[in-house]
């Protein structure tokens, strides 16, 4: 790639060099929807000229093929040196990919196909690479990973979770091992001398929830000067005296996988390094609150939003309360707090629900994150609401957490000096990597056409009668010996439906944040004849189904969305569980009128209320699309806003280094 499309990576001699973070203007926003075409364009034609270096990779195929064993280590020792004295271009990178598929095809006994040396090629040029669900995305990454790793570049692979990392490094890792390459994994619960040592390896699997945190914590290690962070790092890098506390080595090269799910779903979670408040007195505080707002009366004190997720207090609420705390004293005292905390503890009470939003484990709370299903370990909710659904629930309350440091996975990952990232669905959300991260979303066509099957979506009345349904539908499928996945939304909805399927005498699995011990061998079995699944989101993206022996000639793996969720795109994740890789596979929608989705976009009065009970029954699709357009409209504002507020604050706090 002479022709400069991939330049240089190597990265500058500092301990622990990032690049500056810049804000997102609104200047970029105009930018990203004006420059959407030229950007297309642009887009179009690196294609095409990464095409034709693509070529010259299967081009090198019969030099690399004839090699022994011994001879392609040798040459890969040589491709090696020359990467690291020129950098990840022109032929040396050619022969790099060469050597990766051969060595690949050797040890893994997988070949990349040449959509996935284009994907690679992709990764390497800084961009998003969209390929279809089941495309083999964990394979294109060795390309990008192993050229970019075997040039000096420390490279992060990072994954959506624990179990990814872990599943992707050790597969990958025989790989890695040939091309002399060294591969670490950062799992939750490491010491900080094994995260150093996996830091320290060429190539890093890790979760984003990991990366993100180390990064954190090696930024407070280095104290919180962040305007001359450079300087004191370089002073102090030269004194040597930092190298026992942190533990990365920068932020040099990222590839993403499930781009849209890290880079865009999870940029709303702030991720913030804290310590704890007294939980007595937090305890305290949540009872009270509680007590006062089981004094009101919806809807003449307080209206439910449920769509803007929201609770609103109304005059007659407030005068209430007034007259109700009038004799506590301290903070009740001002209408402001007392207001605040009433209107937490009624969105506790009407907003929050277990086994949708928390599960208890352990007599906790544990968060239950809606895009992944999984539970999200030692995350808790700000404001004191973690404390008021803590006292909700009986269980024992704990301290309120102030931030030391925090950031967001959008300013983590603008840090990077190159950021690639890779997805099956990126395209509803190309503006916003654009305008976010600059990253321009190239699509990468299939090895094979698609054989998924898409049948109508049916409707139902009710939810009981769209259980029944699909009860219906998987012991029929089932009973023809193929398997079956049913997607769901929540910890609740999931169980529900296990009920009906146990009622009726279906044998099956479920896959659940209350199951996720089981989570490997339910996945591997998944795929056999006759079983049956209901999972949440933990069987979404990332993961890998095999079909077992017949299943395909049967028709594959088909799949049962339950309910449609707020992202058409988490949606498209569950499909691409089945027909991966060109197989047989079949995908169905089972969807009621009484499906939350609706029922949180139908809020705002009887009007639209009639509207929507109209439009359900005359075109119940575009009812479902009309509330999908909708929530995702929401949630890109809430993203929106969460930038701002967090650039905003970021500026303000610099000056005392809260902000990393
Ligand atoms: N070149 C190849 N030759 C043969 N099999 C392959 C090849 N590449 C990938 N596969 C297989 O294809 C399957 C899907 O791969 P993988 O899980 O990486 O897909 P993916 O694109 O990451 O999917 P998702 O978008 O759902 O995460 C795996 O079983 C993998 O072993």
Redesign the pocket.
């Known amino acids: 790639m002479s022709d400069g499309a991939v330049q240089n990576l190597l990265p500058p001699p500092v301990l622990l060099p990032h690049r500056q973070d810049r804000h997102t203007t609104w200047i970029d926003r105009v930018e990203s929807v004006a420059m959407a075409l030229p950007a297309r364009l642009e887009a179009r034609r690196r294609l095409w000229r990464l095409t034709r270096v693509r070529d010259r990779v299967l081009a090198r195929a019969p030099d690399f093929d004839r090699l022994s064993d011994a001879e392609l280590s040798a040459r890969i020792a040589r491709i090696r040196d020359t990467l690291r004295s020129c950098g990840l271009q022109g032929a040396a990178l050619v022969d790099a990919f060469a050597a990766i598929r051969e060595q690949s095809t050797r040890t893994l006994e997988?070949?990349?196909?040449p959509c996935?040396i284009l994907g690679a090629l992709v990764l390497l040029d800084g961009q998003v690479t969209e390929?279809?669900?089941?495309?083999?995305?964990?394979?294109?990454a060795t390309l990008a990973a192993g050229a970019a790793a075997m040039a000096g570049l420390p490279t992060h692979v990072v994954t959506v979770n624990d179990y990814l990392a872990a599943r992707d490094a050790e597969t990958l890792s025989p790989l890695y091992r040939a091309l002399g390459l060294t591969v670490g994994i950062i799992r939750t619960g490491l010491s900080p001398a094994q995260r150093r040592g996996a830091y320290a390896a060429d190539i890093t699997y890790a979760s984003n929830a990991e990366l993100a945190f180390d990064y954190l914590r090696d930024r407070l290690a280095l104290g919180r000067e962040a305007g001359n962070l450079r300087l004191k790092v370089e002073r102090l890098a030269r004194r040597g005296s930092l190298r026992g506390e942190v533990v990365m080595r920068g932020l040099h090269f990222a590839i993403v996988?499930?781009a849209d799910s890290v880079l865009v779903d999870e940029a709303r979670t702030p991720l913030i390094i804290a310590t704890e408040t007294d939980p007595t007195h937090e305890r305290t505080w949540a009872e009270r609150a509680l007590t006062l707002a089981d004094g009101l009366e919806a809807p003449a004190d307080y209206i439910v939003h449920r769509d803007r997720r929201t609770v609103e207090l109304t005059p007659a609420g407030r005068a209430c309360l007034a007259d109700a705390a009038e004799d506590l004293g301290g903070l009740w005292e001002s209408s402001i707090r007392r207001e605040e905390s009433v209107r937490q503890a009624l969105s506790a009470r009407h907003l929050f629900h277990s086994g949708e939003h928390y599960i208890l484990r352990d007599s906790k709370v544990q968060i239950v994150d809606e895009y992944t299903g999984r539970v999200l370990e030692d995350r808790s909710w700000n404001g004191g609401l973690h404390q008021l659904i803590e006292v909700k629930e009986g269980v024992e309350v704990t301290g309120r957490k102030h931030a030391v440091i925090r950031t967001s996975y959008q300013r983590f990952f603008r840090r990077y000096g190159r950021l690639a990232g890779?997805?099956?669905t990126a395209r509803e959300v190309a503006g916003e990597l654009r305008a976010v991260y600059r990253l321009n979303v190239l699509r990468v066509a299939p090895?094979r056409p698609s054989q998924r099957q898409q049948l109508p979506a049916r409707y139902f009345a009710t939810l009981v009668e769209k259980h029944a349904a699909i009860a219906a539908r998987a012991a029929e499928m089932a009973g023809a010996g193929r398997p079956v996945l049913i997607g769901t939304r929540s910890v609740a909805a999931s169980e529900t439906l296990s009920t009906v399927l146990t009622q009726v005498g279906v044998p099956h699995d479920v896959l659940n944040a209350e199951s996720e011990a089981e989570e490997a061998a339910i996945i591997a079995a998944a795929g056999t004849a006759g079983r049956v699944i209901v999972a949440t989101n933990m069987a979404g993206?990332?993961?890998?189904i095999?079909l077992g022996p017949g299943v395909e000639a049967l028709g594959g793996l088909h799949v049962i969305l339950s309910e449609r969720h707020d992202a058409r795109r988490i949606d498209r994740?569950l499909a691409?569980?089945t027909g991966?890789?060109g197989q047989r596979g079949s995908f169905e929608a089972m969807l009621s009128a009484q499906d939350p989705l609706l029922s949180s976009s139908r809020e705002g009065g009887p009007f639209s209320a009639a509207m929507h009970r109209i439009g359900m029954k005359l075109h119940p699709a575009g009812a479902f699309g009309r509330a999908q357009r909708r929530a995702e409209r929401m949630h890109g504002q809430m993203r929106k806003d969460l930038l701002k507020m967090d650039e905003m604050t970021g500026s303000m706090l610099s000056f005392t280094g809260d902000r990393e």
């Not at 997988?110 to 196909?113: A, E, V």
């Open positions: 997988l070949r990349h196909f996935q390929m279809d669900t089941g495309e083999g995305k964990t394979l294109t996988d499930e890779m997805t099956g090895n993206r990332g993961v890998d095999s994740q691409g569980r991966r890789q």
